[in-house]
C-alpha cells in the first residue's frame, strides 16, 4: 500500500471519531513527550515541575504509547469501539511496557549520541514495538523489539518517507501556534498505525 493510500484510509477512519481521536492522543501526546511542559515549566522558572514532567514521561511512556497503539488499533481495524479509556488499559503489563520504553529510548539516545543517523535508524528499526506488544501482550520485550526490526527489513525508507509527507502539515501546525495540530497529531498517528498493518500483513 502507498503513502497516498494510507493517508486516504486515515481520513475515513477518522470520520466521525475526530473528537475522540484528538482528545486521546493529545493526552498520550502530553504524558508521552515532556518536552512541550519542560519548556514552558523552565521558562517560568519551574524547575520542579520541568523535572518532573521527564519523571512522567519515563515512567508512564511506555504503558501510554502501548495503550495508544490500541486505541489506534481499534480505531483502523474496527475490531472494538475506540474508547478514550483505552490510552490507560495497559497497567496490567506496565513493568514490561517500561522496559520496553528504557530500552528503545536509550537505544535511540546512544544512537544519536553517536552520530544522529544511527540514531534514526535505530528509532525506525524499534517503531513497531510498542504495535505488536499491544496486539500480543504476551510476548517479551527482546520478542517485540525483534519482530519489529524484522518487519521494517526493507521498510525503513518507506516510514522515514511517510513522515517526511507530513512536514507541510507541521508547518501548518506551527503557523497557527499549535492549534491546527490537534487536528494533524491524530490524522499522522492514524497514517502511521496503517502504516503498520500494511507491512504486518506483507
Keep these: 500500500m502507498n503513502t497516498a493510500e494510507l493517508k486516504a484510509n486515515a481520513k475515513e477512519q477518522l470520520i466521525g471519531k475526530w473528537a475522540v481521536a484528538i482528545a ?21 522558572g519551574l524547575i520542579g515541575l520541568s523535572i518532573s514532567c521527564s519523571l512522567i514521561s519515563l515512567f508512564l511512556g511506555g504503558v501510554i504509547s502501548v495503550g495508544l497503539c490500541k486505541f489506534l488499533l481499534d480505531m483502523t481495524t474496527k475490531r472494538e469501539e ?36 544511527p540514531g534514526i535508524i535505530v528509532g525506525l528499526m524499534f517503531s513497531q514495538s510498542y504495535y505488536i506488544l499491544s496486539e500480543d501482550p504476551s510476548k517479551s520485550i527482546t520478542q517485540c523489539i525483534k519482530e519489529s526490526v524484522d518487519m521494517m527489513n526493507g521498510h525503513k525508507w518507506d516510514l522515514f518517507y511517510l513522515e517526511l509527507t507530513f512536514i507541510g502539515w507541521w508547518l501548518l501546525t506551527a503557523i497557527t501556534v499549535g492549534i491546527a495540530g490537534l487536528w494533524v497529531a491524530p490524522y499522522v498517528k492514524v497514517t502511521e498505525t496503517n502504516f503498520y498493518l500494511s507491512i504486518k500483513n506483507n
Design 82 to 117: 475506540p474508547r478514550f479509556e483505552t490510552l490507560f488499559s495497559q497497567f496490567n503489563i506496565y513493568l514490561k511496557t517500561l522496559g520496553l520504553n528504557i530500552l528503545i529510548t536509550l537505544s535511540v539516545c546512544i544512537g544519536t549520541i553517536l552520530f544522529i543517523v
Design 24 to 44: 486521546t492522543v493529545l493526552v498520550a501526546n502530553i504524558l508521552i513527550d515532556s518536552d512541550v511542559m519542560y519548556k514552558v515549566s523552565e521558562k517560568f
